[in-house]
């Protein structure tokens, strides 16, 4: 770890680190190389699977899962676009409560773009309808906050805080806004985009905001740089991480790129490595990063990502250092595969409508999701 600078932000302290990330070895995690334990890159590390179940659909059909979120590793609710809207499971995924209703009446939603489960409570954002539904585990109607202005694509409740990630005002610079529900209007904002994390946060699936207790953690999609936010002292602690297999290309002016039309945003999108998700667990941070460049098919003249791959970096929780990384394909057989990762408080999570524990490279059947449930552990 290098110590680079400190210096003051609108009055926040802020700290800056630097991590080199070296790749020693080339483990190549593959779906069927999931059921086995696995070595992360520097081999420090393992990642195994040590439970499993499949959702039930004995009352609702849940196809197409767009979110997740953990209570417990029983207890998720799940969201599926073109099905029934949200569901929440509890039984180890046997027992099924209907969630809302999908429609534009008070209380109802058409399009969830992010939820957050805490405790016995649902928050759910309607990307469509710009408002926050506060709902019971048991489908209780609680509380609807309907005056926001954009769209947003990740959000934190914290106590009467929240804290929201911005995606739809592209004007505005900052990554991170408060959001006081007593006093319904916004506070302090945090961060700053770059014309890069601009234009990849198109990706449905981009950058990342998770927060525990008095931090706040939040990442953009175009550079492995995490801010640590201590809300009470409201000092910014940024922790970056050099990887050289993570590549961006320089975007001068996102909205030009958008201008110009689906080809020239697909060729840019298809060059570039962006971060996906980020995760927090008792002792880790991880974030889901996607690397490689996909290859074009002059042929057919479009670009395959079957050469693009997922790697997890893996961070102390308290001193933020990089322990490792995982890497593995995010296809079979040429096959770009159907998963959904997410993190229960101990465990990382993957989500797939694919039977990878017989083969991996057929496509989904009749049967339902399944969960699995890995840990990362020590060697």
């Keep these: 770890?290098?110590?680079?600078?400190?210096?003051?932000?609108?009055?926040?302290?802020?700290?800056?680190?630097?991590?080199?990330?070296?790749?020693?070895?080339?483990?190549?995690?593959?779906a069927q190389a999931l059921l086995n334990k696995n070595k992360s890159d520097n081999s420090k590390l393992e990642l195994s699977l040590f439970d499993s179940y499949s959702l039930s659909e004995e009352k609702f059909l849940v196809p197409?899962?767009?979110?997740?979120?953990?209570?417990?590793?029983?207890?998720?609710?799940?969201?599926?676009r073109g099905g029934t809207g949200i569901i929440a499971y509890s039984k180890r995924g046997t027992a099924q409560t209907k969630i809302g209703n999908i429609g534009r009446g008070p209380f109802e939603y058409t399009d969830v773009g992010a939820m957050n489960l805490i405790g016995e409570t649902i928050f759910v954002w309607d990307s469509d309808q710009l408002k926050l539904v506060k709902y019971s585990t048991k489908g209780k109607k609680i509380l609807?906050?309907?005056?926001?202005?954009w769209a947003v694509k990740d959000f934190s409740v914290i106590g009467n805080d929240i804290y929201f990630y911005n995606s739809g005002n592209i004007r505005d610079l900052n990554y991170i806004e408060r959001y006081d529900i007593g006093?319904?209007?916004?506070?302090?904002?945090?961060?700053?985009?770059?014309q890069e994390d601009i234009f990849l946060g198109m990706e449905q699936e981009s950058g990342g905001l998770v927060s525990e207790n008095e931090f706040v953690y939040y990442i953009g999609p175009g550079e492995l740089s995490i801010t640590r936010l201590n809300r009470k002292s409201q000092e910014e602690e940024i922790f970056k991480i050099e990887d050289k297999e993570f590549k961006v290309p320089e975007i001068k002016d996102a909205r030009a790129i958008v201008g110009k039309g689906v080809n020239e945003i697909n060729k840019t999108l298809m060059?570039?490595?962006y971060?996906?998700?980020?995760?927090?667990?008792?002792?880790?941070?991880?974030?889901?990063?996607?690397?490689?460049?996909?290859?074009?098919?002059?042929?057919?003249?479009?670009?395959?990502?079957?050469?693009?791959?997922?790697?997890?970096?893996?961070?102390?929780?308290t001193s933020m250092s990089l322990l490792d990384t995982f890497t593995f394909s995010n296809a079979s057989n040429r096959k770009i595969q159907d998963f959904l990762w997410t993190a229960t408080k101990r465990e990382l999570v993957l989500i797939s409508p694919y039977d990878f524990e017989s083969d991996s490279s057929l496509p989904p059947g009749d049967s339902a999701y399944k969960v699995h449930f890995f840990?990362?552990?020590?060697?």
């Design 375 to 379: 840990q990362i552990i020590k060697k």
């Design 183 to 194: 006093n319904n209007k916004y506070k302090e904002k945090y961060g700053e985009r770059s």
């Design 275 to 317: 971060v996906r998700n980020l995760f927090l667990l008792e002792n880790y941070v991880i974030i889901m990063g996607q690397i490689g460049e996909a290859k074009y098919n002059s042929k057919y003249k479009v670009y395959t990502a079957e050469e693009k791959k997922i790697r997890f970096y893996i961070l102390d929780k």
């Design 271 to 273: 060059r570039s490595s």
């Design 1 to 30: 770890m290098n110590y680079l600078c400190i210096s003051r932000s609108k009055s926040r302290l802020m700290r800056v680190f630097l991590f080199i990330f070296f790749l020693l070895s080339t483990h190549k995690l593959s």
């Design 64 to 80: 197409n899962i767009s979110f997740v979120e953990f209570d417990t590793r029983e207890k998720l609710i799940v969201y599926g």
């Design 144 to 149: 609807e906050l309907n005056r926001f202005k």
